[in-house]
Nanobody
Framework: VQLQASGGGLVQAGGSLRLSCAAS????????VGWFRQAPGKEREFVAS????????NYVDSVKGRFTISRDNAKNTVYLQMNSLKPEDTAVYYCAAANAASYAYTGERSYDYWGQGTEVTVSS
C-alpha cells in the first residue's frame, strides 16, 4: 500500500489544520495507522495512532486534548485534526501503516509502510 500525506501548511499559534493520509494500491482499513513527526534537528516521534476499526486510539501526551485521529475507511483515508497549534508542533508529519494485528501502535518499528511527509509550520 502507498500512503500520501497532505494538508500541511503555515498557521499561526492557536490555529488548526487537518492532515490527511490517503492510501492507494491497498485497502487502508486493513491496517492500523499512525502519525509521526520530525522537527528540525530532532528525532522522529510518535504523535497518534488508530486501530483498524477506529475503536482504539493513542496519543503522545503533548497533543492530548488538542489533536484527534480518525479514519474514514470508505474513503481509504485517515485524518489528524490538529487544534490549538503551538510553535512546538512545527515538524514534518508522516503517516504510516502497520501490517499487523489491529491495535493503535506507538512504536515506529510496528509500521511497515510510510508516506512522504507533509510540513506543518506554526508561527508564534
Amino acid at each position: 500500500v502507498q500512503l500520501q500525506a497532505s494538508g500541511g501548511g503555515l498557521v499561526q499559534a492557536g490555529g488548526s489544520l487537518r492532515l490527511s493520509c490517503a492510501a492507494s494500491g491497498g485497502t487502508l482499513s486493513w491496517y492500523p495507522v499512525g502519525w509521526f513527526r520530525q522537527a528540525p534537528g530532532k528525532e522522529r516521534e510518535f504523535v497518534a495512532s488508530i486501530s483498524r476499526s477506529g475503536g482504539t486510539t493513542n496519543y503522545v501526551d503533548s497533543v492530548k486534548g488538542r489533536f484527534t485521529i480518525s479514519r474514514d475507511n470508505a474513503k481509504n483515508t485517515v485524518y489528524l485534526q490538529m487544534n490549538s497549534l503551538k510553535p512546538e508542533d512545527t515538524a514534518v508529519y508522516y503517516c504510516a501503516a502497520a501490517n499487523a494485528a489491529s491495535y493503535a501502535y506507538t512504536g515506529e518499528r510496528s509500521y511497515d509502510y510510510w508516506g512522504q511527509g507533509t510540513e506543518v509550520t506554526v508561527s508564534s
